[in-house]
């Protein structure tokens, strides 16, 4: 980045100045798993100057070899980077990464922005979110909604907390990675705003499950149905992407059940402990873990309908 840039006509330019600014700011990216990988590959193709970092030295070797630089660790990321981006599995996972030994916050320079996009508990982002301001640290809160296909394409739902202001500053880095980009609130609201959208695709799920187990029960082709009711007030998206997998008996992840029990686990503590009881998502969350004691956690959510066939003896994609 010439030093006169900043001195000549071009930095007048808002689009100019824009395209600069990314060449400016360094990102570093945490968490290379599923969603991660593909995230840090759309900043890197988006142009911006990317470190990467993941205890998975395989998916670390894949991201530098499309541009992204190497790190060791979190820390080697933070001393590299303006804004670091954390991708990790749940709470105690970015509590390791960023407060942790050799973690984000042991080499971040006061005023780095951290962007946490992992689904976690509201009170661990609040809880993340005091430690970083003890070191002049800022943090959002930004979990996703979409899956590997939207982090792919770049169009994943992004629900974000925290302080509006750091917010905007990096408003433009989450538009890289999504089509909607919301702001929720204060610190852990983005988080809270994904359990509830958790929340609402388990329950269509398991009612999709009840529904089409009923239809195949009283001998009418579950695949009928489908084409009967998805156009009515009955559709909605998780119809619309997990019916065909029950119909297909198919349950190849995407979104597995041992991540929703956790999304679950983190939306029924957190009501306890806000007194929002969740009658519905706690019988869902058991079906969900009977499905783990017979050994499909590591199958997509929608083998919710296997739940169904074990207490009704029908299996709707047979
Ligand atoms: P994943 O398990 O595929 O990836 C997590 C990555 O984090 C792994 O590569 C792992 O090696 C790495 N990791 C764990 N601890 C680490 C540490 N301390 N330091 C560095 N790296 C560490 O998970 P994913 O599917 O990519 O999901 C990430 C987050 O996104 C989760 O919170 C998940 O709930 C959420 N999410 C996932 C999906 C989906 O469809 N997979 C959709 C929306 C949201």
Excluded at 294 to 307: E, I, Q, R, V
């Amino acid at each position: 980045m010439p030093q006169s840039f900043f001195q000549c006509k071009l930095w007048q330019c808002p689009l100019a100045r824009q395209r600069q600014v990314k060449f400016i700011m360094k990102i570093g990216f945490i968490g290379l798993g599923i969603m991660g990988k593909p995230m840090s590959k759309n900043l890197l193709k988006a142009g911006y100057e990317l470190t990467v970092f993941d205890i998975n030295s395989s998916a670390v070797e894949e991201v530098v070899a499309t541009g992204g630089a190497f790190a060791g660790s979190a820390a080697e990321v933070s001393r590299q980077s303006d804004i670091v981006i954390t991708m990790l599995p749940n709470s105690p996972h970015v509590k390791a990464a960023v407060m942790g030994e050799n973690g984000v916050l042991t080499e971040a320079r006061p005023g780095t922005v951290l962007i946490d996009m992992s689904s976690i508990a509201p009170l661990a982002s609040q809880e993340i979110e005091k430690a970083c301001a003890e070191k002049g640290v800022k943090m959002i809160d930004a979990p996703v909604s979409g899956g590997e296909p939207k982090a792919i394409d770049g169009t994943l739902s992004i629900m974000v907390g925290g302080d509006r202001e750091v917010f905007d500053s990096v408003k433009d880095i989450l538009r890289c990675l999504g089509a909607s980009v919301v702001y929720c609130g204060a610190i852990g609201a983005g988080n809270t705003t994904k359990l509830a959208n958790q929340v609402v695709v388990a329950l269509n799920i398991a009612a999709c499950a009840e529904a089409f187990t009923l239809s195949k029960k009283a001998g009418v082709d579950p695949e009928q149905v489908f084409e009967a009711i998805k156009g009515g007030l009955a559709g909605s998206t998780v119809m619309n992407a997990k019916v065909p997998m029950m119909l297909d008996n198919n349950f190849t992840p995407g979104f597995k059940i041992d991540l929703h029990i956790k999304d679950l686990t983190n939306a029924l503590e957190t009501a306890h402990e806000v007194g929002a009881p969740l009658p519905l998502t706690s019988q869902v969350m058991e079906m969900m873990q009977t499905l783990h004691a017979d050994g499909f956690g590591s199958d997509d959510h929608s083998a919710l309908a296997k739940y169904y066939a074990k207490i009704s003896g029908t299996v709707i994609g047979e």
